[in-house]
């Protein structure tokens, strides 16, 4: 049977079984179980695990599809290209404390210098661009990472005025609380935008 796997056969065993098991749990050991061969049937293909687990992130991001139609003017571009990195990694967040340690491949590449390409038709420059690009990352990582402390936390919908400090305003409480029962990416991508829009029409 093993020699009827290709590589792309084993990304994706790959990543069903990081959908099981998470990114940080992944071997050359598991994902060959998960096919029914030995481990030593994978280094035909990957070198060690480290070359494995780039592939199938490669593989995450492609199927993420972050790139949206070209046509759309850079506030929806930007826009739809956010929420697909937000809802992707939503969905498999074991990848996120492995974002920066993994050798970017051809498909992180291109959504880089995409993005990049886009805000710099629309009149920023190179520069402020890559500046732009890097802060949607960080905004993504971080809506996704508040989602899941506030899901595992107290503060679902419903119970979140009752987790608040006291101390704070009323005023305050309500706003925190219509703030929490809103997705994280939704309060602050608009934001982003705003900023980018601003430094436009500078």
């Not at 796997?5 to 959908?19: G, P, Y």
């Not at 929806?76 to 990848?95: D, F, I, K, N």
Request: aromatic share 6%; charged share 20%.
């Amino acid at each position: 049977m093993s020699g009827s796997l290709n590589r792309q056969r084993f990304v994706d065993a790959a990543l069903d079984v990081i959908a099981d098991v998470g990114v940080e749990k992944l071997s050359m050991r598991r994902v060959a179980s998960q096919l029914g061969v030995s481990a030593m049937a994978m280094y035909k293909h990957f070198a060690n695990k480290e070359e494995l687990l780039g592939a199938a992130f490669e593989e995450f991001i492609a199927r993420a599809e972050v790139l949206p139609d070209d046509q759309l003017p850079w506030d929806e571009w930007l826009t739809v290209s956010a929420r697909g990195m937000y809802q992707a990694l939503c969905s498999e967040m074991s990848w996120v404390p492995w974002l920066g340690k993994l050798r970017l491949g051809g498909n992180a590449l291109r959504v880089t210098e995409r993005f990049a390409a886009k805000l710099a038709e629309s009149g920023l420059a190179t520069d402020a661009s890559v500046r732009v690009y890097m802060a949607t990352i960080q905004l993504v990582v971080g809506a996704v990472c508040m989602r899941a402390s506030l899901h595992a936390g107290h503060w679902q919908q419903g119970e979140a005025a009752a987790a608040m400090p006291e101390a704070l305003s009323p005023e305050i409480l309500t706003g925190l609380a219509n703030a929490v029962a809103q997705e994280p990416i939704d309060i602050s991508l608009p934001l982003l935008i705003e900023g980018v829009r601003h430094q436009l029409l500078a």
